[in-house]
């Protein structure tokens, strides 16, 4: 596989699969009140926009299907449920008849043919999708509150630098712009770079920027969730997801915890 910027394929799986690369496996407290979410307010009130931090955290999983449509490829879904109380995950991809588990510490796969690494893939579309309430994990530091506008896009959105203190999962040089609506309060973008080690070429230490814009949002179980968001490359569409099948209460199997035999572990380096 080609190590330069220049081959699309692969730096379309570092953009698609961005939210990976910023996996923090340290799950979020249980116990929360309004009064101790962290960040500048326009942060509280994405929160609250959103459906809040306890109803979120009081799902026992989370559970979604994605489908990535990228021009002159056939769609790519996977299928995904975390545990929120460790951050938990398996991932099955039906097309590919693949399927790889993240138990916290380690991430192992099975007929797996992605050129990623499941441990970077582990936690990717979780995070990806759930944002909002993510910016309330420990380890996180959000930025004080400035202004960016969109891709074609006239307006004029508060933006927020969403980083990450030493030691905060795999990859803590990640960054995440995010981009809130000023009057609905709900997040409407976010840039974002990839700092995962495997995944980049010699002497790089980020992927470019890149900027994904939620299309459209839907409310199941009183959160309000993104069910279409399409990536940008500069001004132009890169690709497109559906996210679909959203559950807050699907029991996680806890037997995909346990590595079966034939499995692969995953030695990459984050």
């Known amino acids: 596989m ?3 910027w220049s081959d699309r394929g692969i730096l379309f799986l570092c953009i698609m699969f961005a939210t ?32 809040g931090i306890r109803a979120w955290r009081s799902a026992p999983t989370v559970a979604f299907e994605d489908q990535f449509d990228i021009p002159g490829q056939p769609p790519q879904v ?4 975390v545990e929120q109380a460790r ?40 995070y990806f999708v759930d944002l909002p309430w993510l910016t309330q994990d420990p380890g996180v530091k959000l930025g004080e509150p400035s202004t960016g506008k969109l891709v074609g896009d ?12 030493p030691g905060t999962g795999d990859t803590p040089d990640d960054y995440y712009r995010l981009y809130i609506d000023p ?14 080690k495997a995944l980049l070429p010699e002497g790089v230490t980020s992927t470019p920027e890149h900027i994904v814009v939620y299309d459209e949002m839907a409310t199941v179980s009183g959160l309000l969730v993104p069910t279409r968001y399409t990536i940008y490359e500069g001004d132009a569409v890169y690709a497109k997801c559906t ?13 995909r915890m346990a590595m079966p035999q034939g499995a692969t572990l995953d030695t990459s380096t984050p």
């Not at 996977?78 to 449920?81: D, G, K, T």
């Not at 192992?108 to 990623?116: A, E």
């Open 20 to 51: 990976g690369c910023a996996k923090k496996e340290t799950a979020a407290p249980k116990s929360e009140t309004a009064a101790l979410l962290q960040g500048p307010q326009i942060v509280r009130d994405m929160v609250a926009a959103h459906g």
């Open 154 to 165: 006239p307006t004029e959105y508060t933006t927020v630098m969403m980083t990450f203190m």
């Open 2 to 4: 080609s190590r330069r």
């Open 183 to 196: 009057t609905s309060k709900q997040l409407k973008g976010c840039a974002y770079v990839v700092t995962y």
């Open 78 to 81: 996977s299928r995904v449920v």
């Open 87 to 126: 951050r938990r995950a398996y991932i099955d991809l039906p097309e590919a008849s693949s399927s790889m588990s993240w138990d916290g510490e380690k991430a192992w796969s099975t007929n797996w043919q992605s050129p990623l690494p499941p441990r970077f893939l582990a936690l990717l579309n979780y």
């Open 243 to 255: 996210i679909r099948n959203w559950a807050f209460d699907r029991p996680f199997d806890e037997a």
